[in-house]
């Protein structure tokens, strides 16, 4: 059964991989071309719009090669985002090879350098291809160059493409049948099939997506997941074409998908491995490392009636999103909510958009926070990602940050505006490598949590959209932590308090008090706005009180257009959070949680 | 019901010009209009069903009531006599503009029974009157406050507007002792207020009419009280001043206090204790209801308990008594002191009200911002 490949595709975002996928379904006769719909992988309304891949998609192609035989090639999409790297490994754990693919004009960038490591990590083959050849800023020898001296792959093994012209397709899937290698296979041993994936379908319960290693899985087989020891019976195996094809078996090598009765996401230990519970196989497969959130926020519902919906879309959005984690909140300020655990940014706004389209939400964040280490005076060590469970400042001994280690690409002239933006954001350790043409890798260790507040966003404008990151987390270092109080006359807002590093809290703290007093309506008596740390008032500002707020007259008929204005007026209150008698609208929370500019 | 005595409003809608700031239910018309009109009017007086209180004020408002002739006038009063409860001698309210007035003329009202004249003089200076497109000038608006003072009414009463755009406090002020300089016995200061709708509003749109920024309208808001106050004039709400106190309007005080009061007229409002209910605003679609021998109402609203709790406080704390928490207590069964207690320390200590016992007082600071006290009660 040499004649299956798996194989996955591993890019920079945006340089064409989702579009080259379509391009490999179309030429295998996947899918007639009236159905063919452009990113057909990604069916996700947000994947199309942002033209990301959030969740990987598995598909199995039927080729026939130049030596006459015809290979079943399971191709397994991957997500190009760095936050989404824990799926990116699944994927290639159950690949024996990856296309590597860069963009003709654009280059080698941070992620496929990230990627390229994460492919050798499992062993894999690999052919570079370079993709959008068609484009008149494409510079194929440069590019070439750079994938011999930045990734050191062999130049002579490039495949060149236009996916979006359907160029060069016959020689990637060339490519793929002749080097890159067929699954070792070994039907007689008991079963071993790898978890990558799993997504949740309204009529199927859980629909798992797998890569059998040795043995061979049918329908009516019992199962165990050897990590978590659950046991279920196969219902049906079958696979991945653009619907689901049901098959006798899975047999050692192939990719496909089990429905067992499974009714959440949440129930699979994604990575785990299934073997049958009445042969089990002696060890689970290796290398599976769990995908654990770095970056958290609380979620609040506008109005506390749809606390109910958001505790439903939660519950719905989980099906299908095993990296998310949450658990009950709340705030005096802002009612019930929860304490949502993330990959990173890309995450977190994927998921705040999800439920708001989805489920029709309108939603409150707030401000991300990393997990901080904090060790106490009596010895002990607690986490805290939520400022709301930061202990009393005389009980801390001392606090830990995450650290990590990011990698900006960009032209040569960046340097220094690039050098001055991590030392802003207390970047340590900031080395740089030339790379081929004038280009110039750029490593430094930083706080995760500086690079929460915009930093991509200042990355990108500083460098004029030419300068790519990538990040991993290195370690915990330690910090001197603070936590800042937004006090509105005098008593803390709860749900805007927020942990920081001591040299950044006043410039935070003056952002949101700022925003606050533009966003807060004046109040029958003055209102101060003040940032603190404990007792220590770091930034203020004032809100005066209104002085002339009665209309002239007031007769017959104007009294119940009165008494109508104030009911409404006290409608909209309701609405309202108040804090030390100050009635604080929902567009100030928005605008002090929305806008994550220090500047 | 009410054993307190009710009060009789008449809306009379013509306006020889209407006023670029004004958004009541005024309309121009020739003397056939108008006599049309007295015509309806009457037939609604005769129209409407028994009312279940006696009445001691009538009050003609418009509009300008005084371009009606006199003896329309004493029709309607006489009508009015006949129709409904009244006390013996009900105390007569009539709006009269400066160009209407003459010793003739308010010699006729007198002996109607007008006991209070209520002049639109509005300003002392040509130019202001020329902004608020008034007819008179300033001469007639001294002649017209000496002839009703000649003419021996008990109240005479002269209604001004202030916080023009542009005008400064002291140029406020300097108007008030022109006002005070005429010895009127009631004064009523409306600070000029751009509804929507009027002329006024959509020069404001097109950015040619800049109203005064809030610092200067409170400034001169506290001006007009402590001025009128030093000059004798104690303020009894926030647009009325009365230099004695049986100067008071007894009438508007009706609409502050939950006494019943029945509108006749176009727009007009009415209240029986419990319902509120309103005529239909323009003066044909009113004419035409009546010439069906249909009530020519609007619409009502009854209200609860809360609406009129709430009503009670919007309206007190537009007055100098206040609000009476304890009468408030034994109405509503709310504690308004208990359950806003903190609220109550924060307002008196930023100098919004006073405590008396259990009455809630708006200082002149607190009048100045009354709209909004009244909601961030709790109850």
Redesign the interface.
């Given at each position: 059964m040499s004649n299956i490949r798996n194989f996955c595709i591993i890019a920079h975002i945006d340089h064409g991989k989702s579009t080259l996928a379509d391009r490999l379904i179309q030429h295998c006769g996947g899918v007639e071309d009236r159905k063919f719909r452009d990113q057909i992988l990604d069916s996700m309304d947000i994947e199309r719009e942002r033209g990301i891949t959030i969740k990987s998609n598995t598909i199995t192609l039927e080729y026939t090669a130049k030596d006459g035989k015809t290979y079943k090639l399971n191709l397994i999409d991957t997500p190009g985002h760095v936050d989404f790297s824990h799926e990116v490994r699944r994927s290639l754990m159950s690949c024996e090879g990856a296309l590597l693919l860069v963009d003709a004009s654009q280059g080698v960038e941070a992620q496929t350098v990230a990627n390229l490591y994460l492919a050798l990590e499992y062993d894999l083959d690999l052919v570079p291809v370079i993709n959008k050849i068609d484009l008149p800023a494409a510079d194929i020898d440069r590019v070439k160059d750079e994938i011999e001296s930045d990734l050191g792959l062999d130049p002579d093994d490039v495949v060149c493409c236009s996916a979006k012209q359907a160029q060069g397709i016959e020689e990637i899937l060339e490519a793929i049948v002749q080097k890159l290698p067929a699954p070792e296979q070994d039907a007689d041993a008991s079963p071993r099939a790898l978890v990558f994936d799993a997504q949740y379908d309204a009529y199927r319960g859980v629909v798992l997506y797998c890569r059998v290693k040795e043995g061979s899985l049918r329908a009516g087989q019992t199962i165990r997941f050897m990590n978590s020891g659950k046991e279920y019976t196969l219902e049906e195996v079958g696979t991945l074409h653009l619907a689901r094809e049901p098959q006798k078996e899975l047999g050692s090598g192939e990719v496909g998908y089990l429905l067992a009765g499974i009714k959440t996401v949440r129930d699979v230990a994604i990575g785990d491995t299934l073997t049958d519970a009445a042969n089990p196989a002696s060890e689970p497969l290796p290398g599976y490392k769990e995908a654990k959130p770095v970056v958290f926020s609380s979620i609040y519902p506008m109005t506390s009636d749809e606390y109910p919906e958001l505790v439903k879309a939660l519950d719905k959005l989980v099906l299908n999103d095993a990296a998310l984690t949450f658990d009950k909140d709340s705030s005096a300020a802002l009612g019930y909510g929860f304490r949502c655990g993330f990959l990173g940014l890309l995450h977190l706004e994927v998921v705040q958009e999800r439920l708001q389209r989805e489920y029709g939400l309108s939603l409150l964040l707030s401000a991300p926070s990393v997990r901080y280490h904090v060790t106490l005076e009596n010895g002990s060590e607690i986490s805290v990602d939520n400022p709301s469970y930061y202990p009393d400042p005389s009980t801390i001994a001392g606090a830990e940050e995450p650290c990590i280690r990011g990698s900006v690409m960009i032209p040569e002239r960046y340097i220094g505006t690039v050098m001055e933006l991590c030392r802003e954001r207390r970047g340590e350790n900031i080395q740089f490598n030339y790379l081929a043409q004038g280009r110039v890798e750029l490593t430094a260790e930083l706080p995760l949590a500086e690079v929460l507040f915009d930093f991509y966003d200042r990355l990108k404008s500083s460098t004029q959209g030419y300068g790519s990151f990538d990040y991993e987390v290195l370690d915990y270092r330690p910090t001197d932590l603070v936590k800042i109080d937004i006090l509105v006359n005098g008593e803390p807002v709860d749900a805007l308090a927020q942990l920081a590093h001591r040299d950044r809290a006043r410039m935070r703290a003056l952002h949101y008090c700022d925003r606050l007093s533009e966003n807060i309506p004046k109040h029958q008596f003055k209102i101060a706005i003040q940032g603190a740390i404990g007792g220590k008032i770091i930034a203020r500002s004032n809100i005066a009180a209104l002085r002339k707020d009665v209309t002239a007259k007031c007769y017959g008929g104007d009294i119940t257009r009165k008494r109508k204005l104030l009911e409404k007026q006290k409608e909209g209150k309701k609405r309202m959070k108040t804090v030390g008698m100050v009635d604080i609208p929902q567009k100030a929370f928005v605008a002090v949680l929305k806008t994550d500019t220090d500047s | 019901m009410s054993d307190r005595h009710a009060g009789l409003?008449l809306h009379v809608p013509f306006c020889a010009r209407v006023c670029p700031y004004c958004d009541f239910a005024v309309r121009t018309g020739n003397a056939a209009k108008r006599r049309a009109y007295v015509e309806s009017l009457l037939a609604e007086i005769d129209l409407f069903g028994e009312y279940p209180c006696t009445f001691d004020t009538v009050y003609f408002g418009g509009g300008t009531p005084s371009c009606l002739e006199p003896s329309d006038l004493k029709r309607i009063v006489e009508r009015v006599r006949e129709r409904f409860a009244m006390v013996d001698e009900p105390w007569i309210f009539l709006e009269a503009n400066p160009e209407d007035v003459t010793p003739e003329r308010a010699g006729a009202w007198k002996r109607i029974g007008v006991r209070t004249v209520s002049l639109g003089i509005q300003s002392f200076d040509l130019d202001e009157l020329a902004f608020l497109g008034r007819q008179h000038t300033v001469e007639q608006a001294r002649d017209s406050i000496r002839i009703v003072q000649d003419t021996g009414f008990h109240t005479v009463s002269i209604d001004l507007i202030y916080g023009l755009p542009g005008q400064s406090t002291d140029a406020w002020r300097r108007r008030l002792d022109s006002a005070i300089e005429t010895a009127p016995d009631h004064l009523a200061c409306?600070?000029?207020?751009i509804h929507d709708g009027t002329r006024f509003a959509l020069l404001e749109k097109r950015g040619e009419l800049i109203q005064l920024p809030?610092?200067g309208?409170?400034s001169a808001?506290r001006a007009t009280h402590e001025h009128l106050n030093a000059a004798g004039y104690t303020g009894y709400e926030?647009?009325a001043f009365a230099g004695a106190e049986e100067y008071r309007s007894r009438h508007?005080q009706k609409?502050?206090n939950h006494t019943p009061?029945l509108?006749l007229g176009p727009?007009?409002?009415?209240?029986d204790g419990r319902k509120?209910w309103?005529n239909l605003r323009k003066t044909d679609p009113w004419q035409q209801a009546i010439e069906r021998g249909a009530p020519p109402i609007d619409n009502e609203?009854t209200l609860s308990s809360r609406?009129l709790l709430?009503?009670t406080l919007?309206?007190g704390l537009?007055t100098y008594r206040g609000v009476d928490c304890a009468a408030a207590k034994q109405r509503f069964d709310t504690d308004l002191l208990a359950t806003n207690k903190?609220?109550v320390e924060?307002?008196r200590a930023?100098g919004?009200i006073k405590l008396h016992r259990d009455r809630v007082i708006p200082t002149i600071?607190g009048?100045?911002?009354?709209?909004?006290?009244?909601?961030?009660f709790r109850f």
């Open positions: - | 409003y409306y600070q000029l207020t809030e610092a309208q409170a808001f926030v647009s508007n609409y502050w009061y509108g727009s007009a409002h009415s209240f509120r309103w609203e609406d709430l009503e919007m309206t537009r903190e609220l924060r307002l930023n919004l600071d009048l100045a911002v009354a709209d909004s006290l009244a909601g961030m």
